[in-house]
């Protein structure tokens, strides 16, 4: 059974930054689960559907919302099984729980989410 766990999130001021990082357990593949399967950061802030951040899919280019462009991105490296997402200049509407998402064969794993909270 596939496992991801989130960390990194916190409280900072507004213009800060944070890098959040998923891991991932119980995969049967050597492979990082998170470059060779549609991977996705979310989040939901109180009273708000859980919405879409950022992705990175096998063999295309990664995106990230509009609202974060150029302040969120989304990466990869070659320590096993694990995503970040690295965010700079956050803005108090930032603040959310995030969660890491995982597609496997059509089968979305989740992580328990992280709480991210940027003061004004």
């Known amino acids: 059974q596939v496992q991801l766990v989130e960390s990194g999130g916190g409280s900072v001021q507004a213009g800060g930054s944070l890098r959040l990082s998923c891991g991932a357990s119980?995969?049967?593949?050597?492979?990082?689960?998170?470059?060779?399967?549609?991977a996705k950061w979310y989040r939901q802030a109180p009273g708000t559907a859980r919405a879409w951040v950022a992705l990175?899919?096998?063999?295309?280019?990664?995106n990230v919302r509009e609202s974060v462009r150029g302040r969120f991105t989304i990466s990869a490296d070659d320590t096993p099984n694990m995503m970040y997402l690295q965010m700079n200049n956050l803005k108090p509407e930032a603040t959310a729980v995030y969660f890491c998402n995982v597609e496997i064969q059509l089968t979305p794993y989740w992580g328990p989410g992280t709480q991210v909270t940027v003061s004004s």
């Open positions: 119980g995969t049967a593949s050597n492979s990082n689960v998170f470059t060779v399967n549609t």
């Open positions: 990175m899919t096998p063999h295309g280019p990664s």
